[in-house]
Nanobody, 121 residues
Framework: QVQLVESGGGLVQAGGSLRLSCAAS????????VGWYRQALGKQRELVAG???????NYADSVKGRFTISRDNAKNTVYLQMNSLKPEDTAVYYC???????????????WGQGTQVTVSS
């Protein structure tokens, strides 16, 4: 089995920064694409940033220039550095990863439990 655990959320003032981490553990052979999503109260879950196994990245227009996604393959961990935070960034942030398990013939999709980010004005 594979587990994704997010950490690093919390309460921050507008203009502040947070760094989220998504650590994968279990019987992992390799981790392919990873994405950070967020879901604000009463809204649909949306993709914030994604990173491929090769390091290519993409961002939602609303976070471009403020958020940076990165990965440490040796640690099976993906990060989301969030700067210049705004109240509208308030949401539960989820990590999603495409993981090839040891002994498996194809990758499977996994989600973490989420971490709350609250930005006060």
């Amino acid at each position: 089995q594979v587990q994704l655990v997010e950490s690093g959320g919390g309460l921050v003032q507008a203009g502040g920064s947070l760094r989220l981490s998504c650590a994968a553990s279990g019987s992992i052979f390799s981790i392919h694409a990873v994405g950070w999503y967020r879901q604000a109260l009463g809204k649909q879950r949306e993709l914030v940033a994604g990173i491929t196994s090769g390091g290519s990245t993409n961002y939602a227009d609303s976070v471009k220039g403020r958020f940076t996604i990165s990965r440490d393959n040796a640690k099976n961990t993906v990060y989301l550095q969030m700067n210049s935070l705004k109240p509208e960034d308030t949401a539960v942030y989820y990590c999603n990863a495409d993981v090839l398990r040891i002994g498996s013939l194809r990758p499977y999709d996994y989600w973490g439990q989420g971490t709350q980010v609250t930005v006060s004005s």
